[in-house]
């Protein structure tokens, strides 16, 4: 398998402007959650979906953040508008059902203007 | 709530010396915890997990860590440090009830080796 994908790996944009992250999850994993990585903060989860359904968005900072799966192979956390305080690294991690083991992508790092 | 404690944010060994991470964990119901690791630019590793079988457990690259319930800790250790185990290290226990898929991580220690 391919492990969890996302895309892009390096974004760069200009506060207010909008922005998509994209996941695609290990075939056949049941879960999927969104963190956001910080030196501040450290590591965040923002949002959880199990078989394509949110469970908790309360990490989800702020109402710019949304985040949809519309199926059970793609995710899209989306951003807007952007602001500089956003940049952060954003991973994506899937997880089948009965484990607790969460297997994570090579992350987006992402940096506003 | 369930949460860690990694005590030290960064660590600093020789090359062949002992590596000592701690992580101290708190919940309310036996917790399974897990270590992972992050290498630069990189997403999280799984290096190892506990879950209420054997105290000891193994993992990957030599680590190995310790559940020791009388002190809620769940220490990583490896033998003899290699300059390829410098990296970021994360402990995590899961969540409670509904919310057991989730994990909670501590804010990692970075744990650098000298030559």
């Known amino acids: 398998d391919a492990g969890v994908i996302q895309s892009p790996r390096h974004e760069v944009t200009e506060m207010g402007q909008e922005v998509t992250l994209r996941c695609k999850p290990i075939?056949?994993?049941?879960?999927l959650f969104w963190y956001r990585q910080t030196m501040m903060r450290g590591l965040e989860l923002l949002i959880y979906f199990n078989n394509n359904v949110p469970i908790d968005d309360s990490g989800m900072p702020e109402d710019r953040f949304s985040a949809k799966m519309p199926n059970a192979s793609f995710s899209t956390l989306k951003i807007q508008p952007s602001e500089p305080r956003d940049s952060a690294v954003y991973f994506c991690?899937?997880?089948?059902?009965?484990?607790?083991?969460?297997?994570f992508g090579p992350g987006t790092r992402l940096t506003v203007l | 709530a369930q949460s860690v404690t990694q005590l030290g944010s960064h660590v600093s060994v020789s090359e062949g010396a002992l590596v000592l991470l701690r992580c101290n964990y708190s919940s309310s119901v036996p917790p399974y915890l897990f270590w992972y690791v992050q290498y630069p630019n990189q997403g999280l590793q799984l290096l190892l997990k506990y879950t209420s079988a054997a105290t000891l457990v193994k993992g990957i690259n030599g680590f190995e860590a310790e559940f020791k319930k009388s002190e809620t800790s769940f220490h990583l250790t490896k033998p003899s440090a290699h300059m390829s185990d410098a990296a970021e290290y994360f402990c995590?226990?899961?969540?409670?009830?509904?919310?057991?898929?989730?994990?909670?991580f501590g804010q990692g220690t970075r744990l650098t080796i000298n030559p």
């Open positions: 075939s056949g994993h049941d879960y």
């Open positions: 995590a226990v899961r969540g409670v009830f509904q919310g057991a898929q989730k994990l909670v």
């Open positions: 991690a899937s997880s089948p059902a009965g484990y607790n083991e969460q297997f």
